[in-house]
């Protein structure tokens, strides 16, 4: 099967998965969306208001300055991969629980394998601690790291950045860094 079609299959398994109690509370699970063959693949946290009522990842204000970001290092929207950690929106949008990251790490570690990215952009703490070990955002934003024979990118989420300024400068100089690395 092509790796498109296996993606679409994936997505449509989230989109029904029942693993975790948060099918319950959720409008529409958010699978992710982007180009199978896409250079960078990034990942947040879980979804949002405005995600879980549309399926789609990043549509609020934080998915308009990732979306800002993602330009300013030369690229569109349409050419990256977008997903999340959680594909189901957690209630009143708390941090997610390890169980849950657990039952939905299997896709995120797929949708990887899948898209075969040159870099893996880890947007936040819980994106960073899910995907390459306990590190603060503080101490590995702006920086690549090696890992399971993937180049992964360590920056703050979006949403921190909309709510604290220093937040926002300390992002746009980390997609400097990251773009100086896609070159």
């Known amino acids: 099967m092509m790796r498109r ?21 959720r409008l529409n699970a ?8 896409a250079r960078v693949l990034l990942i947040g946290e879980a979804p949002g208001a405005r995600e879980d009522e549309l399926g789609r990842p990043f549509v609020g204000r934080s998915g308009e300055l990732l979306t800002h970001m993602i330009e300013s290092i030369g690229l569109t929207r349409d050419e990256v991969f977008i997903t999340s950690v959680l594909k189901s929106r957690p209630p009143n949008n708390r941090t997610p629980t390890k169980s849950e990251i657990e039952m939905c790490r299997p896709y995120v570690e ?8 040159r870099v893996v952009v880890l947007l ?15 101490e590995s934003h702006g920086q690549f790291f090696e890992a399971k024979g993937r180049t992964f990118f360590m920056t ?8 604290f300024p220093k937040v926002k400068t ?14």
Not at 8 to 15: C, G
Not at 124 to 138: D, E, L, N, Q, Y
Request: hydrophobic share 40%; aromatic share 6%; with cysteine.
């Open 110 to 117: 797929k949708q990887i394998e899948l898209v075969n990215p």
């Open 156 to 163: 703050y989420h979006p949403a921190a950045a909309l709510r």
């Open 124 to 138: 936040g703490g819980v994106a960073i601690s899910s995907m390459v070990g306990p590190w603060s955002v503080s």
């Open 30 to 37: 958010v699978p992710g969306e982007g180009p199978y063959d």
């Open 5 to 25: 079609q296996e993606l679409d299959v994936l997505h449509e398994s989230i989109r029904n998965c029942r693993l975790c109690p948060l099918h319950e509370t």
């Open 170 to 183: 300390l992002m746009a100089a980390d997609f400097r860094i990251l773009r100086s690395g896609l070159l």
